[in-house]
């Protein structure tokens, strides 16, 4: 993960079309590396995603939820070995999903939940 953020820094306006094609995909992996589905060392993005990146009009027509659950319910499934000490996937969707579906698990604020990755 540190590799992409270093091998491909921010972008410019004044960038040619192919740095930003470079870039998106680099932070597309971070994304998919980084939050949706990471790795136990939550260090390493697999490299079947960057195969998926390839065609962007192709990327945009897979079910990208349905992997992350997927790899969440495999990541899970795994977790139920005894000698398993570390589980890998979307833990964030896994904690969030009691908070929204229970409402005595809910903290108790003032102001309405946002979501700033989502946002920007």
């Known amino acids: 993960m540190g590799w992409l953020r270093d091998t491909f820094p921010e972008q410019d306006d004044d960038s040619t079309e192919l740095e930003k094609i470079r870039y998106l995909r680099a932070y597309i992996l971070q994304i998919i590396g980084g939050y949706l589905m990471p790795d136990l060392s939550r260090n390493l993005v697999h490299l079947r995603w960057l195969?998926?990146?390839v065609d962007f009009r192709a990327a945009?027509?897979?079910s990208w939820g349905f992997a992350v659950l997927a790899t969440?319910?495999?990541?899970?499934?795994?977790?139920t070995r005894l000698n398993k000490v570390k589980i890998g996937g979307c833990l964030s969707l896994l904690q969030s999903w009691p908070q929204f579906r229970f409402l005595f698990l809910r903290p108790r604020v003032d102001?309405?939940?946002?979501?700033?990755?989502?946002?920007?």
Not at 72 to 79: D, K, N, P, T, V
Not at 111 to 120: A, E, G, V
């Open 51 to 53: 195969l998926k990146l």
């Open 111 to 120: 102001h309405p939940y946002t979501f700033p990755l989502i946002t920007r």
């Open 60 to 62: 945009g027509e897979f």
């Open 72 to 79: 969440l319910y495999r990541e899970m499934c795994g977790a």
